[in-house]
């Protein structure tokens, strides 16, 4: 017996005790009118005590039993909805699989009888809407995957299945339209706006590219291998965006895009090539054939120094040129060598140094034999042969060879 229970017991005690000493009498208790019983008075005040208690007691237990039958109702009715969920996702999955392993037929078929009986079940309604489409049923898959957001309005996956199919149905403004809503959805996530970007760029908009492209870098930490490609990504739309700027007549514009597209990435030769041109355009030769060596220098690619040889043709400055060729041959890979060969004679040939030509010829044989063949004939029967025909013809197909 616990020490509350003793309590109880003793306090119980006293006041019977209490009791009986106030009250020595008997009672008369009337069972009917004309019959009666007399009972000691702390006895009937105990029974009274006692008939409360377990009355309180029974009634006690009554409401608990309705309570934990309604409790186990409850239970039983949420097991019954948790195995048709289980069972309804079981199914889903096996039609999902279905469908990754190529086996369409059989999973439309499983994921019909699936909606018959859960009509609502939003993930199978988004992977019927993926068959339809993968069937090229695009208006079937609309309708479905609307079925879907009238479900769940901000279901990210239906969502992104819809504007997939007006991306294959070709109807890019509501593509557009639903990849910003998934956005507004989730503004820190970045498959949407690259997919947007991406559409952008099916666009040729590289205004919106570029904004775009902007924030899914603002969105990427650190400097790991998949930012580097989004940063070379954003370079190539600046150049776009530049070279629109250019073809419009708008040079100031131009190179300040062509200067940003190289800041975000310092290898991208169309933006070395295109801004030369823009400062060419300009009046700016310095400018222009100071940006085609450090294009060189950057991407070690020849188109750059072949662009500044013919501007500088007929230019004192030729020798900045020749000097970054004889620099470029001592890491040249041999048959990137070869050309540069071929490029640096015809410069020296250009330039009146044909001993310098003929050596540099003689000294490094050529994957390109016919044309070093005929740069030496040139040499040893017309001089320079700055003006031969001959030459000039040489020189064109070289320059072409060098930049394919």
């Known amino acids: 017996m616990s020490l509350k229970q003793i309590i109880v017991f003793l306090i119980f005690a006293l006041l019977s005790i209490y009791t009986a000493f106030l009250n020595?009498?008997?009672?008369?208790?009337?069972?009917?009118?004309?019959?009666?019983?007399?009972?000691?008075?702390?006895?009937?005040?105990?029974?009274?005590?006692?008939?409360?208690?377990?009355?309180?007691v029974l009634l006690f237990?009554?409401?608990?039993?309705?309570?934990?039958?309604?409790?186990?109702?409850?239970?039983?009715?949420?097991?019954q909805i948790e195995k048709q969920n289980d069972k309804v996702e079981a199914l889903f999955k096996e039609g999902e699989s279905l469908y990754i392993c190529g086996k369409v037929d059989k999973a439309q078929t499983l994921i019909e009888k699936l909606l018959d009986?859960?009509?609502?079940?939003?993930?199978?309604?988004?992977l019927m809407g993926r068959i339809l489409s993968a069937s090229g049923?695009?208006?079937?898959?609309?309708?479905?995957?609307?079925?879907?957001?009238?479900?769940?309005?901000?279901?990210?996956?239906?969502?992104?299945?819809?504007?997939?199919?007006?991306?294959?149905?070709?109807?890019?403004?509501?593509?557009?339209?639903?990849?910003?809503?998934?956005?507004?959805?989730?503004?820190?996530?970045?498959?949407?706006?690259?997919?947007?970007?991406d559409t952008y760029v099916k666009q040729k908009d590289w205004k919106n590219a570029c904004?775009?492209?902007?924030?899914?870098?603002?969105?990427?930490?650190?400097?790991?291998?998949e930012r580097k490609k989004e940063q070379i990504n954003l370079g190539q739309f600046l150049f776009e965006l530049g070279n629109l700027s250019l073809q419009a007549g708008n040079r100031d514009k131009a190179i300040s895009k062509f200067k940003e597209a190289l800041r975000s990435y310092e290898q991208c030769l169309p933006a070395y090539l295109s801004l030369g041109d823009a400062y060419m355009e300009s009046g700016k030769k310095k400018q222009a054939i100071k940006t085609w060596q450090t294009g060189f220098k950057k991407t070690g690619d020849k188109a750059c120094l072949i662009r500044a040889q013919i501007e500088l043709r007929d230019s004192d400055t030729y020798k900045e040129?020749?000097?970054s060729y004889e620099e470029s041959l001592e890491t040249t890979a041999s048959e990137d060598r070869s050309q540069v060969v071929l490029l640096l004679s015809t410069l020296y040939i250009?330039?009146?140094?044909?001993?310098?030509a003929r050596d540099l010829l003689e000294n490094n044989p050529s994957q390109h034999p016919l044309l070093h063949y005929l740069l030496l004939e040139t040499?040893?029967?017309?001089?320079?042969?700055?003006?031969?025909?001959?030459?000039?013809?040489?020189?064109?197909?070289?320059?072409?060879?060098?930049?394919d």
């Open 24 to 56: 020595p009498h008997d009672s008369l208790v009337y069972i009917t009118q004309s019959q009666s019983i007399k009972l000691p008075t702390v006895l009937l005040l105990l029974g009274s005590i006692l008939i409360g208690v377990i009355v309180t």
């Open 61 to 79: 237990w009554v409401f608990n039993f309705k309570s934990a039958l309604s409790r186990w109702k409850i239970s039983f009715k949420n097991n």
């Open 117 to 126: 009986t859960s009509p609502e079940h939003v993930p199978s309604i988004n």
């Open 137 to 197: 049923k695009y208006d079937s898959a609309e309708i479905i995957h609307k079925k879907a957001l009238s479900i769940e309005p901000q279901n990210i996956h239906a969502l992104f299945a819809l504007a997939e199919v007006y991306s294959k149905n070709d109807r890019q403004s509501e593509e557009i339209a639903f990849l910003k809503k998934m956005q507004g959805i989730n503004p820190g996530a970045v498959t949407p706006l690259r997919y947007l970007r």
């Open 211 to 225: 904004i775009l492209q902007k924030r899914v870098l603002s969105l990427m930490q650190g400097k790991n291998d």
């Open 321 to 323: 040129i020749m000097q």
């Open 350 to 356: 250009e330039h009146g140094l044909p001993d310098k």
């Open 379 to 403: 040499v040893q029967h017309s001089g320079n042969g700055k003006s031969t025909p001959q030459f000039e013809l040489t020189r064109d197909a070289i320059f072409s060879i060098s930049n």
